[in-house]
């Protein structure tokens, strides 16, 4: 079965500082994995996702996440966090077959400080 | 382009009470589902669909009834609404063969007293 686990339920960082977001997975095959954002009173947008090839993909907003199969983790990095990037941040595994296709982690609550 | 939209945003029920929530999508997504999001639990399946005229249950179905009489078109109803059932509410669509990723909508923050 598939599971998805976000250790951090909530990270406090200075703006301008580097953040990373941790997220480890569960699942037999290669998986295809997401991170999505949710900003506040708002929907979840996708900001990056991995589905083969390069373990180190660029997202939007200047997020990045990389993959790492011996660890089994898919951690979301930004190098210089802005007061936009306040917001809940969810880790998803995608499995290749079926319709019901996508479990997510618990989220991570990000807050940003001046 | 309006994606995916949710409608009512807000409301508020007293137990017993029943309503239905409604999801439209203009990218012809054959595929639509609905989650509800609670703090600390992150967002659980309650119904999808594959298509039109075809729903299926998720991780949490119970007291949800769901249809889907148009292709664009995915209805959650609560036909006899409990606290428990207070919650955020999201629609979600993709389609088969087009990347996995899905597109959400705003949201209905439904609370019930």
């Known amino acids: 079965a598939q599971s998805v686990t976000q250790p951090d339920i909530h990270i406090t960082v200075s703006e301008g500082a580097s953040l990373e977001l941790r997220c480890n997975y569960s699942y037999g095959a290669t998986p295809y994995l997401f991170w999505y954002v949710q900003s506040p009173g708002q929907g979840l947008q996708l900001l990056l996702k991995y589905f083969s090839g390069d373990t180190l993909v660029q997202g939007i907003k200047g997020f990045e996440a990389e993959f790492k199969r011996s660890q089994s983790s898919f951690n979301l990095r930004k190098p210089s966090v802005h007061w936009s990037d306040a917001a809940e941040y969810f880790c998803a595994v995608g499995r290749q077959t079926g319709a019901n296709n996508l479990f997510f982690g618990t989220g991570t609550r990000l807050t940003v400080i001046p | 382009n309006a994606g995916v939209t949710q409608t009512p945003k807000f409301r508020v029920l007293k137990t017993g009470q029943s309503m239905t929530l409604l999801c439209a999508q203009d990218?012809?997504?054959?595929?639509m589902y609905w989650y509800r999001q609670d703090p600390g639990m992150g967002l659980r399946l309650i119904h999808y669909s594959v298509g039109e005229g075809t729903t299926a249950k998720g991780e949490v179905p119970d007291g949800y009834n769901v249809s889907r009489l148009k292709k664009q078109n995915f209805l959650l109803g609560l036909e006899s609404a409990a606290p428990s059932q207070t919650s955020v509410y999201f629609c979600a669509s993709r389609q088969p063969g087009q990347g996995y990723e899905q597109y959400f909508g705003p949201g209905t923050r439904l609370t019930v007293t």
């Open positions: 990218m012809n997504h054959e595929y």
